[in-house]
């Protein structure tokens, strides 16, 4: 009996040695087929000489260097499940993820090939609330750094919903009466959108995960069992692009989907490294920050997602730094804004300013990063920003995405109200709370504005 289990079990070991090779000479095989150049990259031997590649960054935690331990690593007990509904079948028409493209993904994120995304972004996707009500337009965001992706795409489904879509009225009754149909719809618009921009309207890049593993763990790179198991499919329409999100839209909104994570990817694979690598400067050489054992997105990945360009700053244009290094800023007036309010004592208050290209988007729509926490204000009105009439008094929505928030709140914004108006108005706030974050962050784009809240829902 003891000499059968060993039979067995040297058996095992044969299989699984026979499919380790198979899978080595497997990825040799893609390897030669496909080369990163497709998606805007070079050979990564050429672009680790003398650090011409920022993200090579082999002076932290590059290859050949002593990996980092801790933050965001990946433990060996802790390989990523992935629910079989989300996973594709290696015959879809894709073409499979390199080792040297994962390396390049994983530098322009973390800027190494160690660290790996912590629970709260595995957990992350894009999941409206109930159809046919208050926040039916609205997605559940969770908490950590993915929660600003999904405000970044909250203000997308709000332009596709008010200002896009044909045959639907722009008011505010038509954001809470959409339909399950209607909001997946929404979804793959808002999503196909932003990749769309990103790409340069030229193509976009979707990663879906098969059921197929194409690349292993090196002494270089850990792997983490989802990122080694994408395909990569180029779309060279936007429609095209849409109907291919909505194909696959349960790979970006199930529960268990790391939605979020393959968005993130397919807008850095649409983007391209080479664009990525002229957004950026030395300010910023990857996308991702540590933060409180997970990771938080730096200016530039919200910028991509508003302006499609990777931007790391909110200003206009290009500015010089404390070393006279060029530091780049928002090039174009975009179809959302942003605004913010908060200080960091680590930045240069200068270069924290936003600037109009942000402030006045081209639609009443604006992330708002209040505090390091995001929210997204709008107005169902889309003539706000283009007739300075309609700026004395009007309404604005926000939606904080707190779960405590049961509807948007409205506020009626006053830019022109009588000094005693605006005294009598602030002593409504109380004793040493004289506006919430929320109405200065507001008056960052209308100075002097007084602000009355309507209805129910976070004021902080």
């Known amino acids: 009996m003891a000499m059968e289990v060993s039979d067995r079990e040297q058996s095992s070991q044969e299989l699984d040695l026979e499919e380790i090779t198979r899978k080595i000479s497997f990825l040799d095989k893609w390897r030669e087929i496909f080369s990163c150049h497709r998606l805007g990259t070079n050979n990564t031997t050429s672009q680790n000489h003398e650090g011409n590649h920022i993200f090579a960054d082999e002076s932290e935690d590059g290859p050949g260097r002593p990996q980092p331990k801790g933050q965001g690593q990946l433990p060996l007990s802790s390989l990523w499940s992935i629910p079989n509904a989300f996973i594709i079948t290696s015959k879809s028409g894709g073409f499979p993820i390199s080792l040297a493209m994962a390396m390049k993904l994983r530098q322009s994120l973390f800027g190494n090939t160690v660290h790996v995304f912590s629970d709260d972004w595995e ?64 979804l793959a618009a808002a999503l196909a959108g932003i990749l769309w921009a990103a790409g340069e309207a030229q193509k976009a890049t979707l990663c879906l995960v098969t059921e197929d593993t194409y690349v292993a763990s090196t002494p270089d790179y850990s792997g983490d069992n989802f990122t080694e198991r994408l395909q990569l499919f180029e779309v060279l329409d936007k429609e095209a692009t849409e109907k291919f999100i ?67 700053h909110v200003f206009n244009g290009c500015q010089s730094g404390k070393s006279q290094e060029i530091l780049h800023g928002v090039q174009t007036r975009s ?122 829902g976070s004021s902080s």
């Not at 700026?391 to 939606?399: A, S, V």
């Open 335 to 456: 179809d959302i804004g942003y605004l913010q309010w908060g200080k960091d004592a680590s930045e240069d208050d200068r270069l924290l300013q936003v600037g109009s290209m942000l402030k006045t988007p081209k639609l009443p729509i604006w992330l708002c990063n209040i505090n390091g926490n995001y929210s997204v204000l709008f107005s169902t009105n889309r003539q706000l920003l283009s007739d300075w009439k309609m700026e004395r008094l009007f309404d604005l929505h926000f939606y904080s995405g707190q779960p405590s928030q049961k509807k948007p709140a409205c506020l009626t914004v006053d830019t022109h109200s009588h000094p005693w108006e605006r005294d009598q108005r602030e002593d409504t706030h109380g004793p040493g709370r004289r506006f919430s974050p929320v109405e200065m962050t507001i008056r960052t784009k209308w100075r002097e504005a007084t602000v009355n809240w309507k209805g129910a």
């Open 123 to 186: 957990k992350a996707c894009f999941r409206f609330h109930d159809p046919f009500s208050d926040l039916a337009f609205a997605l559940e965001v969770g908490k950590g750094g993915a929660r600003s992706i999904q405000m970044a795409v909250q203000g997308s489904l709000i332009k596709y919903l008010l200002f896009t879509r044909e045959g639907k009225d722009c008011d505010f009754h038509s954001l809470c009466a959409i339909s399950k149909q209607e909001q997946k719809q929404a």
């Open 246 to 312: 909505y194909d696959h839209l349960h790979c970006f909104s199930g529960e268990g989907s790391r939605g979020v994570i393959l968005f993130l990817y397919s807008l850095v694979f649409s983007r391209t490294f080479e664009r990525l690598q002229k957004d950026l400067d030395v300010s910023t050489i990857h996308l991702l920050q540590p933060n409180a054992g997970g990771f938080l997105c730096r200016q530039a990945v919200l910028n991509m997602i508003l302006t499609g360009r990777a931007s790391p």
